[in-house]
């Protein structure tokens, strides 16, 4: 040791190691596959939580049907919801002062756009099988690209091009227009989809100031009296013991759903909660067939094979281009190209 301080203060310390043993080696290697493996386990866990909410929520809706219309139960939905939001304040009262009355010119179209796109899913629960909604929902990353071209000036590349075309195949494979098979409801749900592709460009943009729970509160907020309008106004007196479940099941998987999926984005990229989420569409389809006598369609999961290719397609095709601007924005030299 005497000999090491004299040497450092000499200047002529030995170089740092560079050189680990093959134990340190395995240690380190061990520590981080368990590190990746709470990481997968925490993916599958928000994963199930979402599929289950998902689920549940249409499920719920579907119970629902005969005795109440889709604007009864967005209403109770709105109600519960604020209700839950409203409790979880008072056990953390922080939660208070995020709900500022600020940026209400994105928060109110917000709202009145996500309450036409919870009709249109509702709607469709009640009209369509469960696998085709939920394969159709999956097209929602695919208007979000669109979108983006449309209004938010980005390019349409090529990769884009093909993964539009890929979703556009699986649309038309799933609806079979000009066939026997045409489902003219399915075009609900393709609305849908588009106004909650909408809804993402303005919450993607919302996040940048305000939290989640606060765009949750207005957005509830907000669509309770849109909803209330179209509601039978003698609606409590419809409701009785025999709905508690279900109507627990639509409030409480509509933030549950937002909750889960957010956590799961948190843990893994897109390219792997993706496809993990597609399990949706086989386990609903099974749900549908078992206790609905919903046949089960080869050309609804062909359909939602090719919609979730194309959203993988651009996933990947993304996350190499923004990894190439990063490279460049570090060597200006090389610039990329844009596919």
Known sequence: MLHERRLHESGMAPAARTAFSPR???????????????QLGWLV????????????????????????????????????SLL?????????PALLAELRWRRMNLQIPRAIVHFGSQIC?????TLLPFATVFALEFTIPAWVALLAVLFLGERMTANRTIALAV????????LRPGFEGFKPAGLIMLAGALLFAITAIMTKKLITTETTFAILFWMNLFQLPLNFVGSDWLLLLKVDRTMALPLIGVTVAGLAVHYCLTNAFRCGDAIVVIPMDFLRVPLIAVIGWAY??????????AGAGLIVAGVLWNVRAEAQRNGALARAAANPSAAPSPR
């Open 121 to 125: 899913w509702a709607l469709a629960i």
């Open 24 to 38: 340190e080696i395995e240690e380190h290697v061990a520590a981080v596959r368990r590190g990746q493996s709470m």
């Open 167 to 174: 979703c556009f195949v699986g649309v038309l494979v799933i």
């Open 45 to 80: 866990l928000w994963m199930s939580g979402t599929l289950l909410s998902f689920i549940a929520g249409a499920v719920s809706v579907r119970a629902l049907a005969n005795t109440l219309s889709v604007f009864d139960m967005m209403t109770v939905r709105c109600a519960g």
């Open 292 to 301: 609905y006598g919903e046949r089960l369609d080869a050309f609804v999961f």
């Open 84 to 92: 839950i939001l409203l409790a979880l304040a008072v056990v953390r």
